[in-house]
């Protein structure tokens, strides 16, 4: 069974930083996707930012560039999400996520992933 353990949420401030994790167990797969949606409240699953374990491909939402940067550890299935300059927008709960391979043209789609987490909020405050 896939599980998917997500940590570092919290509260924080407009302008400052958190980080997440996510460790992923249960699969084998050699090549993979994995990284990060949010929920905004009464608002759809949207992608963040997604990397992809073979080549270390990396896909961000236009409005987390340049402030997060997604990074893994495949040795330990884990990924990372280093979310700077953070804004009240941002504020949603995260869900990391693992899929088959995808590509610039597919990433953002939330059906391609087949293994969510719980999530974990993340609140930044004005």
């Known amino acids: 069974e896939v599980q998917l353990v997500e940590s570092g949420g919290g509260l924080v401030q407009a302008g400052g930083s958190l980080r997440l994790s996510c460790a992923a167990s249960g699969f084998t ?17 949207v992608g963040v930012s997604i990397i992809r374990s073979s080549d270390g491909s990396t896909y961000y939402a236009d409005s987390v560039k340049g402030r997060f940067t997604i990074s893994s550890d495949n040795a330990k299935n884990t990924v990372y999400l280093q979310m700077s300059s953070l804004k009240p927008e941002d504020t949603a709960v995260y869900y990391c996520v693992v899929g088959s391979p995808v590509d610039g043209t597919s990433w953002w789609w939330k059906y391609e992933y087949d293994y969510w ?10």
């Open 117 to 126: 987490g719980q999530g974990t909020q993340v609140t930044v405050s004005s």
């Open 29 to 45: 797969f050699d090549d993979y996707a994995m990284g990060w949606f949010r929920q905004a409240p009464e608002k759809e699953e």
